[in-house]
C-alpha cells in the first residue's frame, strides 16, 4: 500500500489503511517515545496517545513535507505533554544543580550494538534527556524548546550543555566515542560482534 | 537547529544512532487506537463468547426437548394400570398451584363434610385453584396420616370457586383449625379471613400428586363459580345439580423428574351430592388417551427445566507448573552470536525455578443432558503463579530479547535494563510470573458410575481467556538476565481442563471433590518474544451445587 492510498483510506476512517499506517510508522516512533520515557509501558501510552492524534488530524495534512516527519512532530509534542503533566519532570527541567551528577560506569548498559547510545540517553537525568532529545536529535532550537517547556531559552542551553558533558562522559567511559583532549573527534568503536 | 561547530559530529553521531533506533510496540498499543477509533468493535471477544455459550445452552435445549414427552407418554401407558391400589390409603385432599397452598380446611363434623368408613378426622384442602378450559391448571392432592376417605358435598366443592365463597367458609376453618394434621398448614390458617386463604404455606411434610386431568363438569362451571359472591343456598344448589367431579392424579415430585415408574395414577371422583366417594374404578379408554394426550402436549414443556439445570460455585486451588520451549534455539534466522550459542541446551536446564500455588473459582450453570452427560458453561477467576529463582544486581544491566519478525522468519533482538540476572548475582529474590485471568469455560461431563447418593464423574472443559493483570519476566537471548516486560503478555489465551470427581447429594445439595489437570495451551506471552511459556496447573476441585 503506498503512502497516497494510506492516506486517503486514513481520511475515510477505514481500518485497514490505518492499521497499515500504524505498521509502518509505529517502530520508528516508538523509539522516539523511548527516549523520552521512563520505561517502555510510559512509551507505549506516549506512542498509542501520539497516533490516536494523528488519525485524528490527519485531515490537517497538508503534504507538504514527508508524512513520517509530520507524525514524528505529533508524537514528540504528545511526549512532551506527557511529561509536563508529570510534576517530576516540571522540577527536573529547572535545576540548574544537576550539574554534579554524575553517572556511574556500572550503571552503563554493558551490551552495546546500534541501540546502546539511545540507553546511554535515557540514563540522563529526566530534564538533561528533553533537552538533548529535542535539540541534538529532534532539531529544534533553543527557544522552540523554551516554549515548549515552559522554561528560559538559557535554561534550555545550559540543561543542553550539562547533558552534552554528560553523555559524552557516559559515552567515552563505555569507548563508543574517542574524544582527544586536543580536539573533538567522534569515532565509533566497531563492536566486537560487527 | 543550532549549529555547534565544535560539536557537530557529535549531534550528528547522536542522531544518526537515534534515528536507527526501533522498537516494536506490543498489540495492545494498537488494540487501544483501534478501540478509540472505532468504539463500535470495541468488544467483539466477549461478544462471541457470549453467543457461543447461548448458542450450546440453545442447542442443549432444543436436542433434549422431544425426548421428554416420549418417555412420558411411555410411562404413563405402562404404569397407569397399577396405580389404583393407593388410592385407598389418601386420607384428605389439598388443591394448590405448584409450590404453595392456599387452604381450606373442613372438618367432618359440620354438614359440609360427609364421610364414609370415617376413623379419625377428614380434611379437604381447597387451594386457589383456577380451573380453565384448556385443563393446563396443576393442583395437587395429598395425604396425611389418618386413613380417612373424604367425601366432598356441594359447600366444599364452593370453595373451588374463589374468595366469595372462601368467605363462606371462614368460621368452619376457625372451628376446625385444631384438626389439621399438617403443622404448616395449622400456621397458615390461624388468622382466618377471606384474604388469609391465599396465604402461601408449602406442603413440605405432606405427600404430593399432581391432578393432571379433571372432567368438563369443573371446567365448564368456571364461569358460574366465578359468578358468586355473596352467601347463598345458590352455589349449592348450582353444584348439587352436577354429576360427580372426577380429577386423575399422580405424585407431583415423579413428574417433575419424568420418572414415574413407581407411582400410582389415580382416580378420584368427588361428588356434589351427600354421596360423594372416592372411586377406585380402573380408567377407561377414552380417560387414558387424553391423559396421554395431556402429558405428551403439555407436562413436558411445563417440566422442562426442573430439576435439570442446577447452579455449581467451586474453587480449585492447584500447583502450577511451566514448560519453557525456544523457538530460536534450532533457528539461527538472522540473530548471530548470543542468542544461538546460549540456546544449545534446554532452555528448561538453563533456568532455576519451582512450582507456586494458584487458585481458580467460579461458577457453572450445569445442564443434565440424557445418559448421565451434563454440559455446563460458566465464569470463573483464575490465579497463576510461577516461581523463577534469580539474583538482584540492584542496578540496571543492559540486555537483549530474541524476538519474532512479525513480517519474516527472521530474529531480531530488543534492549532492556533490568537487575535481576539469571546466575549470578548479590542478592538472591524470587520472580514471580503470574496472571489474574478471567475465562469462560464451556465443558461436558460424563457419569461413570455412581447411586442414588454417590455418582463418579469425568469431565472437560475449554476456557478462552483475558488476561486482566499479571507480571512477566523474561529470560534474555543470552538467558543471563530476566526482564521486567508486562507488556508481552498474552491478552487472550485459550486453558482446557480435565478433571475427575465424585459427587454426594445431601439435603438437597450436591458436594464435588476430585483432582483437575489445566493446561494452557498457548503461550502465557505474545508469540513474537522466541521463548513459549506453558502453564500447567494440578489442582484440587471443590464444588457444591443445587438444583434449580
Known amino acids: 500500500m503506498t503512502e497516497e492510498q494510506m492516506l486517503a483510506g486514513c481520511l475515510r476512517n477505514d481500518a485497514a489503511s490505518q492499521d497499515a499506517l500504524y505498521s509502518r510508522f509505529s517502530p520508528r516512533m516508538l523509539g522516539v517515545c523511548y527516549r523520552f520515557a521512563k520505561n517502555r509501558e510510559d512509551a507505549e501510552d506516549m506512542l498509542q496517545e501520539g497516533f490516536i492524534k494523528v488519525f485524528c488530524q490527519i485531515q490537517q495534512f497538508r503534504n507538504e513535507g514527508a508524512l513520517e516527519g509530520w507524525i514524528r512532530r505529533i508524537v514528540v509534542h504528545t511526549c512532551i505533554n506527557v511529561l509536563k503533566k508529570n510534576k517530576k519532570f516540571s522540577d527536573s527541567v529547572d535545576i540548574v544543580q544537576a550539574s554534579g551528577i554524575s553517572v556511574r560506569e556500572e550503571n552503563i548498559p554493558s551490551i552495546m550494538q546500534a541501540k546502546e547510545v539511545v540507553e546511554c540517553i535515557r540514563l540522563l537525568p529526566l530534564g538533561y534527556k528533553t533537552v538533548l532529545n529535542l535539540y541534538a536529535i529532534e532539531g529544534y532550537s533553543h527557544k522552540e524548546i523554551g516554549n515548549m517547556l515552559d522554561i528560559e531559552e538559557s535554561t534550555s542551553r545550559s540543561q543542553y550543555t550539562r547533558a552534552k558533558a554528560m553523555l559524552e562522559d557516559v559515552l567515552i567511559k563505555k569507548r563508543i566515542l574517542l574524544k582527544p583532549k586536543d580536539k573533538a573527534v567522534t569515532v565509533k568503536i566497531a563492536m566486537a560482534n560487527n | ?548
Not at chain 2, 142 to 170: E, F, M, P, R
Not at chain 2, 344 to 362: A, C, Y
Not at chain 2, 448 to 467: F, I, K, R, S
Open chain 2, 1 to 548: 537547529m543550532e549549529n555547534n561547530p565544535d560539536m557537530v559530529s557529535f549531534e550528528d553521531f547522536i542522531q544518526q544512532q537515534s534515528d536507527d533506533f526501533r522498537m516494536y510496540p506490543s498489540k495492545r498499543v494498537w488494540h487501544s487506537v483501534y478501540n478509540n477509533l472505532h468504539p463500535g468493535r470495541k468488544w467483539p471477544s466477549i461478544s462471541m463468547c457470549i453467543v457461543l455459550l447461548t448458542t450450546l445452552f440453545l442447542v442443549g435445549y432444543l436436542n433434549t426437548r422431544d425426548t421428554h414427552g416420549k418417555i412420558t407418554q411411555y410411562q404413563l401407558t405402562k404404569n397407569y394400570a397399577a396405580s389404583y391400589s393407593k388410592l385407598a390409603d389418601n386420607a384428605s385432599l389439598i388443591l394448590l398451584n405448584e409450590s404453595y397452598l392456599s387452604i381450606l380446611n373442613l372438618n367432618s363434623t359440620t354438614d359440609n363434610l360427609v364421610s364414609q368408613n370415617k376413623i379419625g378426622t377428614a380434611s379437604i384442602y381447597l387451594a386457589n385453584l383456577t380451573f380453565t378450559k384448556d385443563k393446563s391448571n396443576i393442583a395437587v392432592w395429598t395425604t396425611n396420616s389418618n386413613n380417612n376417605t373424604n367425601i366432598v358435598n356441594d359447600k366444599n366443592l364452593s370453595a373451588i370457586s374463589g374468595k366469595s365463597t372462601l368467605t363462606y367458609s371462614s368460621h368452619s376453618l376457625n372451628s376446625t383449625i385444631s384438626s389439621l394434621t399438617a403443622p404448616v398448614s395449622k400456621t397458615a390458617l390461624n388468622d382466618e379471613t377471606s384474604s388469609s386463604l391465599d396465604k402461601p404455606a408449602k406442603a413440605s411434610n405432606q405427600v404430593t400428586f399432581a391432578i393432571i386431568n379433571s372432567e368438563k363438569n369443573i371446567t365448564e362451571k368456571e364461569g358460574n363459580l366465578h359468578e358468586q359472591d355473596e352467601l347463598s343456598p345458590l352455589i349449592n344448589k348450582r353444584l348439587s345439580n352436577e354429576n360427580n367431579i372426577t380429577l386423575f392424579a399422580m405424585p407431583a415430585e415423579a413428574i417433575a423428574k419424568n420418572s414415574i415408574s413407581e407411582t400410582a395414577l389415580t382416580k378420584i371422583t368427588i361428588s356434589t351430592g351427600a354421596t360423594s366417594q372416592v372411586n377406585n374404578t380402573s380408567i377407561n379408554q377414552g380417560e387414558k388417551s387424553w391423559i396421554e394426550n395431556y402429558a405428551l402436549y403439555n407436562k413436558p414443556v411445563a417440566k422442562k427445566w426442573k430439576g435439570r439445570v442446577e447452579t455449581q460455585l467451586y474453587i480449585t486451588p492447584s500447583v502450577v507448573y511451566r514448560q519453557l520451549l525456544d523457538n530460536a534455539a534450532d533457528k539461527n534466522r538472522g540473530l548471530n552470536s548470543i542468542s544461538s550459542s546460549a540456546s544449545n541446551t534446554d532452555v528448561n536446564n538453563r533456568v532455576k525455578q519451582s512450582p507456586s500455588l494458584g487458585v481458580e473459582m467460579g461458577f457453572n450453570w450445569v445442564y443434565q443432558l440424557p445418559k448421565g452427560v451434563k454440559m455446563k458453561g460458566g465464569f470463573q477467576i483464575n490465579y497463576t503463579r510461577f516461581t523463577i529463582h534469580a539474583f538482584d544486581n540492584h542496578h540496571p544491566t543492559a540486555t537483549a530479547l530474541s524476538m519474532n519478525s512479525s513480517t519474516n522468519n527472521l530474529l531480531y533482538e530488543v534492549f532492556r535494563a533490568t537487575p535481576y540476572s539469571n546466575s549470578v548475582g548479590l542478592d538472591a529474590v524470587n520472580l514471580h510470573n503470574q496472571t489474574v485471568q478471567l475465562s469462560i469455560p464451556m465443558g461436558l461431563d460424563v457419569k461413570l458410575a455412581g447411586n442414588d447418593n454417590m455418582e463418579w464423574y469425568v469431565g472437560t472443559t475449554l476456557q478462552p481467556t483475558y488476561v486482566l493483570t499479571g507480571k512477566s519476566y523474561l529470560l534474555s537471548s543470552d538467558g543471563r538476565n530476566y526482564v521486567k516486560e508486562n507488556s508481552m503478555l498474552n491478552r487472550f489465551n485459550m486453558n482446557a481442563g480435565f478433571e475427575t470427581y465424585l459427587s454426594f447429594k445431601k439435603d438437597g445439595y450436591t458436594l464435588q471433590v476430585g483432582p483437575q489437570l489445566r493446561t494452557q495451551l498457548f503461550s502465557t506471552n505474545s508469540k513474537i518474544f522466541t521463548i513459549e511459556e506453558r502453564l500447567q496447573g494440578y489442582g484440587l476441585k471443590i464444588g457444591i451445587s443445587k438444583k434449580l
